[in-house]
């Protein structure tokens, strides 16, 4: 094999796949990348049998073949190389030489029958979307997702997909998210599917504005098409938990509240709450919010209060401030709108205006409040 | 007045009961007194399982100890006396010492049911000199419990603590300030304070075995090798301690255990153990309204070969369904390779009693139902004991009710 292809090419291409190799692995061959060469495009390959991803890149001067080779090896020094012409030349025994102007650097590399051959079932359906609408999609959810390996399915977004809407939902039990693409052209062909959070970050990553993306889903697998891209991955099986269950419809006191003076109150008065819990209390009263928050057992206490356009009965809950200002992070409004009941049920927080095409939602579930018992 | 205490020093004493368990039986069995005497598990004629608790001064002449498996102890001296522990009895007790104590100085931290610290530097004008207080405290014990124990008194709390084991049983030795460095050197490297087996190993081999070995060492060598702990090992080597005696101390963990009556093979049951254990464990955090973030569990094979392996969690928890997933998780992630399994226990540390629960939206760990299911079980085994309502999982297995023990510490 043999091919010459402008440094920052290959590098592009080098930067999408590298995210999938796996850091720590117990099959060698999973750190290297799958190069094939036909007809002027090189193949770059990568899985860690969970995931994989194919990309390509032009190339001239080609000579057709196949290997792999060491992946960080590979990247690191096309990373550092000036941005010149490169040639890459591989012999029989897969020794690989890397030449530029300034020099050569050999790797060796390894025969392409070692690395795995992943099988992906036909689709089921497939549909496309902007990158722009699912990087937004992924972007609103995928904060939420749980790290609890004992609850598999919430360590993923869960997609369905209906006749006219396209959802995707992620949580860790204390907080969740949901965003709703009304827009959405689907038809009879429906579905739902939990993705791993790896392929959804490197959806994000990897694939370019302004694209169509085709989403192809299978029984097992999901795949992620843009251009020359692919990305596959196994799906997360088991029951993702029925959300709508649990999406109070019955919370009758709505707060108004300006999100960045929000963010900022809670983020001044979370300095002195306990670094575990991050407990802090709202503390709301006809027009007017004060939070507070005091660590016991190192002492030092905050309360601040701001205008909210509110006109319930006095209420005080609890929140995990961490959890509370992920979701407010990732609501970028103006204003936002608290739906709340009492102490111990969830919040539902949304813009307080929704955009044309989606329904994006927030639930909070409170701290129990050691004095509210 | 004997040698002089300098003014500006602490008085720190600290008190250790001798063979205290084995103690109490010998107070309340007077028939039991000079004959070797071990609390702990049942013997059961050589094969019995878990380990000694206590033994006593006869006990100890045949190399039984703390900790030794029951069968060894039983091997070393079968014609002692083996008893099972009554802790309540021993808790009544101890809270008489503690009054005691009390009685001398406010300021005390006891670090179990048998040891404290006390910090006398106020109370010269009462009772005298530092000696004379060390001598009336034991002096009040024996008069009011008929119990014996070892007072170690200097300047801080490492070597009240070395010295308080120095003349066991009924000892009372007095470090004066000044000559810590002294008293110290000769002894081995193991009473210091957090160094065990492998480190005094290590140690060993680099030609240290006395504690003024390591205090002769550049500090710059022993941080090379341990980092910031090999500060604070040579700061202890040369009797540097300036830790307080803390009134209230925190409970750093709370654990259950069991050791099975026959080695297991059988994980299946090993795992409805640690249901078991788990449920347990979360009845007495409940009691004490305790949560904690960092779940530990026990692992001792056949052969006495213990492991531990811990998780720590973005949240405190307490309840049993999330001590036993994480517990089970733990144990299947071991390498097991057809090992016999001695002894399972379930620990959780990094505790915490403020703070509100985080509430959950489903899912089995807080949801109303099982809270309420959780605390009605709580009660009712409260009331009528465990073996009044169990979980079905746990029914068909016939799991005797094996040698149980609990550990609450609250060492430094």
Not at chain 1, 296 to 315: H, I, M, N, R
Not at chain 2, 314 to 340: H, W
Request: aromatic share 8%; glycine share 6%.
């Amino acid at each position: 094999m043999k091919f010459s292809v402008n440094k920052a090419d290959l590098f592009a291409s080098l930067q999408k796949i590298i995210g999938v190799i796996p850091t720590k692995t117990t099959i060698p061959i999973l750190s290297n990348i799958l190069l094939t060469l036909e007809d002027s495009k090189l193949k770059l390959a990568a899985t860690d049998l969970e995931i994989s991803m194919d990309t390509a890149c032009d190339v001239s001067d080609a000579e057709k073949g196949a290997l792999t080779i060491p992946a960080r090896k590979f990247f690191e020094i096309i990373r550092e190389l000036p941005d010149l012409p490169v040639t890459v030349e591989t012999d029989e025994r897969n020794h690989v030489k890397v030449k530029t102007e300034k020099g050569v650097y050999k790797l060796i590399g390894e025969s392409e029958d070692e690395f795995p051959r992943i099988d992906v079932e036909d689709a089921d359906f497939e549909f496309y979307l902007s990158s722009e609408k699912l990087n937004r999609m992924i972007d609103k959810t995928i904060f939420a997702v749980s790290t609890d390996e004992l609850r598999t399915t919430l360590m993923g977004v869960y997609m369905q997909i209906l006749a006219n809407e396209l959802r995707m939902i992620a949580t860790d039990g204390h907080r969740l998210a949901k965003i709703t693409h009304t827009a959405f052209p689907g038809d009879e062909k429906t579905g739902s599917v939990v993705l791993p959070t790896k392929a959804l970050q490197l959806v994000q990553r990897n694939i370019d504005d302004e694209e169509r993306i085709k989403v192809s889903v299978g029984d097992n697998h999901v795949t992620f098409t843009c251009g020359d891209t692919k990305i596959y991955s196994k799906l997360i099986e088991g029951q993702f938990p029925n959300y709508e269950r649990v999406i109070p419809l019955d919370n009758q006191l709505k707060m108004y509240v300006n999100k960045d003076l929000l963010i900022s109150a809670v983020r001044r008065v979370s300095i002195f709450s306990n670094q575990y819990t991050h407990q802090i209390k709202f503390a709301l009263s006809p027009s007017s919010l004060m939070i507070q928050a005091e660590d016991v057992e190192v002492g030092g206490e905050a309360q601040e209060s701001l205008p909210v356009d509110y006109t319930g009965d006095k209420l005080e809950i609890g929140y995990n401030a961490a959890y509370l200002l992920d979701i407010l992070r990732h609501l970028e409004y103006e204003e936002i709108l608290f739906n709340l009941k009492d102490a111990t049920s969830a919040a539902v927080i949304t813009p307080s205006e929704q955009d044309a095409d989606e329904d994006l939602l927030m639930l909070l579930m409170p701290i129990r409040l050691n004095d509210s018992i | 007045m004997q040698a002089n205490w300098p003014p500006n020093a602490r008085i720190i004493l600290h008190i250790d009961m001798d063979a205290f368990y084995a103690a109490v039986e010998e107070l309340d069995q007077p028939e039991y007194r000079g004959k070797p005497l071990v609390v702990g598990a049942d013997p059961k004629g050589g094969h019995g399982r878990g380990v000694v608790s206590t033994a006593n001064y006869p006990a100890r002449k045949f190399g039984i100890h703390s900790a030794m498996p029951i069968s060894q102890a039983y091997k070393r001296c079968p014609h002692a006396i083996f008893v099972r522990g009554r802790y309540a009895r021993y808790s009544e007790i101890s809270t008489q010492v503690m009054d005691i104590l009390k009685s001398f100085s406010p300021i005390i931290q006891q670090i179990s049911i048998d040891e404290a610290f006390l910090d006398a530097t106020g109370a010269t004008n009462l009772y005298g000199p530092p000696q004379y207080i060390a001598r009336k405290i034991k002096d009040a014990i024996r008069s009011q419990t008929g119990l014996t124990g070892s007072v170690g008194v200097a300047a801080n709390k490492f070597i009240a603590k070395v010295a308080s084991d120095l003349e066991k049983p009924d000892g009372l030795t007095v470090c004066l300030p000044g000559s810590e460095q002294t008293f110290l050197a000769p002894l081995p490297i193991r009473k210091l304070w957090g160094v065990g087996e492998k480190t005094a190993e290590k140690l060993n081999k680099l030609g240290m075995k006395t504690i003024g070995d390591i205090a002769n060492v550049e500090q710059g060598h022993l941080m090379h090798m341990f980092g910031k702990w090999g500060l604070h090992l040579w700061q202890l080597s040369r009797g540097i301690d300036s830790r307080a005696v803390e009134q209230f101390t925190t409970r750093k963990s709370i654990s259950e255990e069991t050791t099975f009556e026959e080695d297991v093979m059988d994980y299946a049951f090993v795992e409805k153990t640690l249901f078991r254990i788990a449920d347990r464990l979360s009845r007495s955090m409940q009691r004490k309204n305790l949560k904690g973030r960092t779940v530990t569990l026990k692992l001792r094979w056949q052969g006495f070969e213990t492991h531990t392996r811990s998780k720590t969690l973005n949240e405190y928890v307490n309840d049993a369904e999330t001590l036993r997933s994480i517990a089970v998780r733990q144990f299947r992630a071991m390498s097991r390779e057809g090992r016999r399994v001695r002894l399972v226990g379930i620990g959780v540390s990094q505790l915490n009693t403020v703070g509100g629960e985080q509430l959950s939206l489903f899912g089995h760990q807080q949801s109303p139902q099982n809270e309420k299911l959780e605390s009605l079980l709580s009660e009712l085994k409260a009331k009528f004991g465990d073996a009044v309502i169990t979980r079905a999982a746990l029914m068909e297995s016939k799991i005797r009710k094996p040698g149980s023990s609990k550990n609450e510490d609250s060492k430094n």
